[in-house]
């Protein structure tokens, strides 16, 4: 078959996998090319069993692979025949060095620009998928201007990712808005259009927004905070419930009613993770401070601040409940991924629950339906240096939540999965120590009935003060 255009994607990761594999169900005359030089992740694509778990992604993929949706190592080919270039790279948090703890690494993005400028022979339209501090395009744009030829040039475009993780396929399928920033000049706007043709085929034209290429950069960035913050200003009230007797969920409830406030994201919880929300706002932290508004840095940092503080008051909790100790004894948690619908553990509040509770000696087991073993040995080893003696001493990853729950002292849930809601509490309650303890980090237990069970029912942002 013959492609009227042909897109790359530098990076087959949870926003270019997706992304790319919805843009080819699409449209089935542009022939898309996914790469990445991780072999293994390339395998997984290519194989019965993708490496993102995401409901709908993979039929989509089963259909189009090898028509007209491609996954490949061979990055410098993919460049060379496309005329639209997507860079969905990593862009992690720095560690060390300037802005450690606050900026985002640019390392992959610079190494995928300066590889389009090298290998490139004609004309691309690069596209930033990544989430990037503001102002990452001038910095591409400098790189790919520098190697500009007479028979090769570059028009670089912003075009941010809105995705949810557990509705990704939804949310490309029928996006809120599409935003695509480019430079005010001829030649950008008229990569702009061409960007907006492909979104257009199933996109209505009207929440196709094209901005310049920093509007769209910050706006990310500004989305993120936004919904962040929502759920900080909840949890935040949640400590006010517990210590009053109020309920959060009847609070969120009457407020979510107010047309100016709605509904969304006023969930209580142990605290909000993935990959996007803390690392942009981190991002607008450093931005602000590089840009000499500290006032504005403190005010967002506060929203991150908030989080740590939710999820260290939930563990604490627990300590104080199980009689100011859980030395050698015996917890369940429940859910590792960040939320329901994914297997991503980026920045999961169980992650900082389990290191709490090591920290505390306990032993702990863990089960999540997505979330593989290796997954958290490598969580917790690897990304925050627990011990791993002290991993393969007191942690157990179990197969069924009955597993993880025979013989505890506790059942910590953190992860909201729908079959958490129907597992037979009965039977838990019946393997478990006495007096036996549930925690809700979620609000998506049945309180009444657990109680009726004999549970001694723990849940977020609900006191017991009458």
Known sequence: MSFTTKICCIGAGYVGGPTCAVIASKCADIKVTIVDINQARIDAWNSKDIPIYEPGLEEIVFAQRGKNLFFSTDVDAAILEADLIFVSVNTPTKKTGMGAGYAADLAYIEAATRRIALVAKSHKIVIEKSTVPCRTAESMRKILDANSRADVNFDILSNPEFLAEGTAIKDLQNPDRVLIGSMQTEAGLKAQKA????????????????????????????????????????????????????????????????????????????????????????????????????????????????????????????????????????????????????????????????????????????????VPASQMLYDLTVEDKVDVEQYNKRVTVCDSAYTAADGVDAVIVLTEWDEFKTLDYQRIYGKMNKPAFIFDGRLILPTVELKKIGFQTITIGKGDVE
Not at 249 to 278: H, M, T, W
Not at 280 to 289: E, F, G, P, R
């Open 195 to 370: 960007l907006a043709s492909v979104y257009a085929r199933w996109v209505p034209k009207e929440r196709i927004v094209t901005t310049r290429l920093w509007s769209s950069e910050l706006t990310k960035l500004a989305s993120n905070a936004l919904l962040a913050q929502r759920i900080s200003s909840i949890n935040a009230l949640s400590a006010i419930c517990e210590a009053t007797g109020a309920d959060v969920d009847e609070v969120s409830y009457a407020c979510g009613l107010d047309s100016r406030i709605g509904p969304k994201f006023l969930k209580a919880s142990v605290g909000f993770g993935g990959s996007c929300f803390q690392k942009d706002i981190l991002n607008l932290v450093y931005l602000s401070q590089s840009l000499h508004l500290p006032e504005v840095a403190d005010y967002w940092n506060q929203v991150v601040l908030m989080n740590e503080y939710q999820k260290r008051r939930f563990a604490e909790s627990v300590v104080r409940t199980l009689f100011n100790t859980i030395t050698n004894k015996n917890v369940c948690i429940l859910g590792f991924a960040f939320k329901k619908d994914t297997g991503d553990t980026r920045e999961s509040a169980a992650i900082a629950m389990v290191k709490y509770f090591l920290n505390e000696n306990a032993n702990i087991r863990i089960y999540d339906p997505k």
